[in-house]
T-cell receptor, first 113, second 117 residues
């Protein structure tokens, strides 16, 4: 199994508070991704990284920022959480662009009250 | 337009029967990859099978096979001899080479498969 750890796994917070989710990998994969999963929507890409300090926006990036200062860590930050950001967040990593599958973390369930 | 369409929100299948989960895709990129993932009730995402757009043969992995019909832009997952443990959400996904392919996978909305004894 790919070594991917997400933290925290569960978090309840209040509207307007900042939240940071961490993804840590031990596989030295170049590409890292943050997805959110909501009922009826499948998984949607928030942000991705193609190297240290190289990041870009995905389909649903509004309200989120990311940082990658080391190969192994990819942080997702909600500057001011809203109830619409209640979701399950998955980190994924990948090595090859063309044919490689993505390996997923176990998910982080975030509830914004 | 949706890039990945899974038209079956839910399916009930009798144990030991074969199952076909539908997936159609939309891309103008000549080079792409198609993936299927399984998500059991425990929540993890499990990679099942991959098909490249230039692959001549349908991909197979144990009881899983991918029925790839390029002209129809179809990539159906076939599970032979279904088992109770196959009950899960199944997601079809695509990766396009345009843009370098770095921007990950685009997922369909999923099919919830329930295997009945």
């Amino acid at each position: 199994d790919a070594g991917i750890t997400q933290s925290p796994r569960h978090k309840v917070t209040e509207t307007g508070t900042p939240v940071t989710l961490r993804c840590h990998q031990t596989e030295n994969h170049r590409y890292m991704y943050w997805y959110r999963q909501d009922p009826g929507h499948g998984l949607r890409l928030i942000h991705y990284s193609y190297g240290v300090k190289d990041t870009d926006k995905g389909e649903v990036s509004d309200g989120y920022s990311v940082s990658r200062s080391k190969t192994e860590d990819f942080l997702l930050t909600l500057e001011s959480a809203t109830s619409s950001q209640t979701s399950v967040y998955f980190c994924a990593i990948g090595q090859a662009m063309d044919t490689g599958e993505l390996f997923f973390g176990e998910g982080s369930r975030l509830t914004v009250l | 337009a949706q890039k990945i369409t899974q038209t079956q929100p839910g399916m009930f299948v009798q144990e030991k029967e074969a199952v076909t989960l539908d997936c159609t895709y939309d891309t103008s990129d000549p080079s792409y990859g198609l993936f299927w993932y399984k998500q059991p009730s425990s929540g993890e995402m499990i990679f099942l099978i991959y098909q490249g757009s230039y692959d001549q043969q349908n991909a197979t992995e144990g009881r899983y096979s991918l029925n790839f019909q390029k002209a129809r832009k179809s990539a159906n997952l076939v599970i032979s001899a279904s088992q109770l443990g196959d009950s899960a959400m199944y997601f079809c996904a695509m990766r396009e080479r345009s843009g370098g392919g770095a921007d990950g996978l685009t997922f369909g909305k999923g099919t919830h498969l329930i295997i009945q004894p």
